[in-house]
């Protein structure tokens, strides 16, 4: 857990309601901020389904170079819009601009993005909003009862 007095979350998002938060709540949301444990959670998310759609793509249709991958493409596809949903929410998190995503079209942009992907969010509220809570609404009613 972290501090209280930072301003940070006090819980770490767990991997369930990252994926939850990502996929149902946020599909399409690029407004607002993440955490990291909200974007790592969901990237480890995304290479897992990777690995696993590969593996059955693999077993299905062969080792081939021009094999079909429908599996792996559909999912990646249905992936596509939330994964970069949450990186953009993540920047917000650090206070920069999702736009700064575009520098993952240049080689030497990856590696500022790797840093504030990896830097703890501003401690306080930003331009982007409110510190992220890191509770779904589902916890919320869970808790009430």
């Known amino acids: 857990m972290e501090s209280q007095n930072t301003g940070r979350p ?51 249709f062969g080792w081939e170079l021009d094999d079909p991958t429908w599996i792996s493409d559909i999912a990646s596809i249905a992936l596509l819009l939330p994964s970069w949903g949450v990186w953009w929410r993540r920047l917000h998190d650090v206070g920069r601009s999702g736009w700064w995503t575009l520098l993952a079209f240049t080689i030497i942009g990856i590696i500022p993005l790797f840093i504030w992907s990896v830097s703890e969010g501003e401690e306080h509220a930003n331009q982007y909003g409110e510190v992220p809570t890191n509770i779904i609404q589902r916890d919320i009613d869970y808790y009430n009862y």
Do not use: H, K, P
């Open 10 to 60: 006090a819980q770490m998002m767990t991997f369930s309601n990252a994926i939850t938060s990502c996929l149902i709540n946020n599909y399409f949301n690029f407004s607002g901020r993440a955490s990291r444990s909200e974007y790592w959670w969901f990237v480890l998310f995304s290479f897992l389904l990777g690995v696993i759609t590969g593996m059955v793509d693999i077993y299905l």
